[in-house]
């Protein structure tokens, strides 16, 4: 069996009860999860261009499954909130 060629990425996290969880990540999700990290108080919609710029993306092919995915990470608690635009 040979190795992926792509590293893989996995999200850990601990519920609120205590279960620990586990998630295989894009590496698209990896980088926007490293950015947030890295250069916190940014908006949403800023880490998404920045996402888009580094992959050579279009900004609106990444709008809504971005946001959704922005969503699902501070509904599970990965993220706080992101600074609203303003």
Same mark, same amino acid.
């Given at each position: 069996?040979?190795?992926?060629?792509?590293?893989?990425? /996995?999200?850990?996290?601990?519920? =609120?009860? @205590?279960?620990?969880?586990? *998630?295989?990540?894009? &590496?698209? +999700?990896?980088? #926007?999860?490293?950015?947030?990290?890295?250069?916190?108080?940014?908006?949403?919609?800023?880490? /998404?261009?920045?996402?888009?710029? =580094?992959? @050579?993306?279009?900004?609106? *092919?990444?709008?809504? &499954?971005? +946001?959704?995915? #922005?969503?699902?990470?501070?509904?599970?608690?990965?993220?706080?909130?992101?600074?609203?635009?303003?």
């Amino acid at each position: 069996m040979q190795p992926p060629t792509e590293p893989t990425g /996995l999200l850990v996290r601990r519920e =609120a009860d @205590g279960e620990v969880r586990f *998630a295989a990540l894009s &590496p698209l +999700a990896v980088y #926007l999860l490293s950015s947030i990290g890295e250069q916190p108080g940014l908006d949403g919609h800023a880490y /998404l261009r920045q996402l888009a710029a =580094a992959h @050579g993306l279009a900004e609106e *092919a990444l709008a809504e &499954p971005g +946001a959704a995915l #922005l969503q699902q990470f501070l509904q599970a608690g990965v993220i706080g909130p992101l600074t609203v635009p303003g």
